[in-house]
């Protein structure tokens, strides 16, 4: 869920996609999908055995990847034709297979999950409710994340913004084996405050209660390793440059509550779900829930770690007009620059910074 991430939390993104009149637009494409879904949810649960999650999970990630090519096109502006041969096979490939299908059937565990621990509400005993959430939902949350994704490349392609962070996590592959060392501190202490977060948490109640106890705190301690990640990778950048900008306890608590709170609780979530319903566990033991904790933390430290060096790097770029940026002759200095600097390590940060602004 990095491109949902990067979509809010990185500056230049979460402009263009909270814009008014796209967030209107963006209702409108999202309607529609989610009534095809239920459709198509009420026409096969009588050919298909929905009741088996594996069948779900499959027919919810096929169902997410046609929303997903659907509200790409709606965002993008232009026919599928056009849109393949200016964006490549790689970019279809990612935007189908992964927020389309990986995507998807994320979402459906995650409802699955939060209607099992939280509202008791079992989809291995009563399937049809729970199925067709799941189906809806993911359905939903895929259009509205393809559509953005969709128009993000339609400023890049149509109006000629430069776009430094495409969501689609190229720069952060990129990204971890430059700061392998940095990564790997913080990574390897996520994993150990995990573990003994979780851990400690069965001192708390009975093993029945565990679900509810490790989702509920096991992601306010993910979130509060997060934060202080999001903060040092803020501080990777900003020690070559002018500094870091001050931030307020404010902010501090909105990135926290959202989001490094949130989106721990999906990916734990995520993963009860994936551990009961794919995998068929009845009840988690204890290394079970470590294992997850373990996980999450690690994975979300990650994500946080570089999305404050990201942050801090845009937020130290010059800030060009797109009047400005739409320009052809701006256009070919800005290509130029970005590609003479697409991702500076911390040796160059610096100096990509003034190559930029020259």
Known sequence: MLHRLSLRVLPQLNAFVTDPPVRKRKRLVMLAPGLVAFGIYRLLKQVLPLSDPLVL??????????????????????????????????????????????????????????????????????????????????????????????????????????????????????????????????????????????WLLFRVGSIELQPMIQSLLVPVIVASIGLRSFFSGEALYAQHTKGRKPRTWLSSLWFWVWPSLTFSATYYLVLMGLTAFVFRVEVIPQAGFVAM?????????????????????????????????RCPFVMGILQKSKATVPLPSLAEAKVGHVDLVN
Not at 124 to 145: Q, Y
Not at 311 to 323: A, D, G, M
């Open 57 to 198: 999970l499959g027919l919810s990630g096929c169902i997410s990847m046609l929303a997903a090519i659907w509200a790409y096109r709606q965002g993008r502006g232009v026919t599928l034709r056009e849109s393949w041969r200016q964006d490549g096979v790689q970019r279809w490939v990612w935007l189908v297979g992964w927020i389309g299908l990986v995507y998807g059937i994320q979402l459906s565990l995650l409802v699955l999950a939060i209607l099992q621990v939280f509202v008791g509400y079992d989809f291995l005993l009563h399937p049809e409710g729970p199925a067709m959430m799941a189906i809806i939902i993911s359905c939903t949350s895929v259009t509205r994340d393809a559509f953005e994704i969709g128009h993000v490349q339609r400023l890049t392609q149509q109006e000629g913004v430069v776009v430094p962070t495409f969501p689609d996590g190229e720069v952060f592959r990129k990204w971890i084996p430059r700061e392998m060392a940095v990564v790997l501190k913080w990574g390897a202490l996520a994993f150990l405050l995990g573990m003994a977060g979780s």
């Open 293 to 325: 904790a373990a996980c999450t933390a690690t994975l979300m430290t990650t994500y946080t770690l570089f999305l404050g060096w990201r942050k801090s790097y845009e937020e130290h770029l010059v800030v060009i007009p797109e009047s400005l940026q």
